[in-house]
């Protein structure tokens, strides 16, 4: 029989190497705010933010300071989605940012 600790060992290892795995899937194929904008946002709020389907907010006039505009896209309002479940923090942040460009 293995000594008890070469068990514990290797048990660590295997579950390091598999959130690893996980957590450098979960980042996605290294998608820009642009991109996870035209993906998820832009059939409701248009490619330059204007589009206001379903009475979406024009994001070129949009004024939220970067938590509220944090917290509105990851916990969605109305008929807007809550995207926390679709995109992890670093993508939310990507968006944030990419939201704030679009403003004119
Ligand atoms: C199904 C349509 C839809 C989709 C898809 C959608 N939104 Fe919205 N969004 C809305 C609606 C409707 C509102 C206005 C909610 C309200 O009445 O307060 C809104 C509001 C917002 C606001 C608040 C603006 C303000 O000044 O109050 C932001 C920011 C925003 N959306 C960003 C996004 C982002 C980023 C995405 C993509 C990750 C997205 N939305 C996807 C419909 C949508």
Redesign the pocket.
Known sequence: MKPLIATITGSLITVLLLSFIVTGQKAGPGKTGQE??EK??K???GKDGTRG?????N?QT???ADEA?YT??ARG?????A?EKR?DSAELGL??AY?KTLRK
């Open positions: 996870l904008f998820h946002c059939q409701c709020h389907l379903f009475g979406a907010k994001l949009s004024q939220l505009l509105t896209i309002r109305k008929i807007m989605p995207w995109m968006v944030v939201v």
